[in-house]
């Protein structure tokens, strides 16, 4: 995996380009968002998540499908079961994953933010898979983008409390640190 900062493009994971997104007012990168999500909830490896983000959702085939349909969101990249990455929107653009949300004082995360989606729930732990593929990730965006830091990794709770709970209370901070830590030490 090797991402191009000009381009905003990783190599090495798979594209599947979502229309769901625009320009960044500022070209400002500096904020990571860890989310979750299965289509249907709690199914894995469906690949709707996938057609979610193209806007193209079978809405007949899940009474779920039929409430979501009609939203035009997307992240820069989901982090499947297996450890599999996906790519939506170039890191240059904004993709619309943080919705209402602020951080540190400043409103609209999407302007300045990259949204990392990994297939899961709230209540269910993420695989070790999903962790090694986070950690390679994030460890080139925080060397393509210096304004991001290890300190400016959040969840979607955090950005949107009291409407999101996304990665809940399964997702392992402590181990998605340590792992980046082992790269700042050289280990």
Request: proline share 7%; hydrophobic share 35%.
């Amino acid at each position: 995996m090797q991402l191009d900062p000009d381009s905003g493009w990783c190599d090495g994971v798979r594209h599947c380009p979502s229309p769901n997104c625009n320009a960044r007012p500022l070209g400002e990168i500096s904020l990571l968002v860890i989310h979750n999500i299965s289509l249907p909830p709690g199914q894995f490896g469906t690949g709707r998540v996938q057609q979610f983000f193209q806007n193209c959702l079978p809405v007949d085939e899940h009474p779920y499908f039929a409430g979501i349909a009609q939203l035009t969101v997307s992240a820069h990249f989901l982090i499947e079961r297996d450890g599999g990455v996906t790519q939506f929107v170039s890191c240059a653009e904004r993709a619309w994953h943080a919705g209402v949300s602020s951080y540190a004082g400043r409103e609209n995360c999407n302007d300045f933010s990259i949204g990392i989606e990994l297939e899961g729930t709230d209540d269910l732990p993420f695989t070790d898979a999903q962790y090694q593929a986070l950690v390679e990730l994030t460890r080139q965006l925080l060397r393509a983008y210096p304004q991001m830091s290890v300190e400016r990794i959040c969840g979607h709770s955090d950005i949107a409390p009291g409407r999101k709970t996304d990665p809940g209370p399964c997702f392992d901070w402590p181990r998605l640190r340590a792992g980046l830590q082992c790269e700042e030490s050289g280990t």
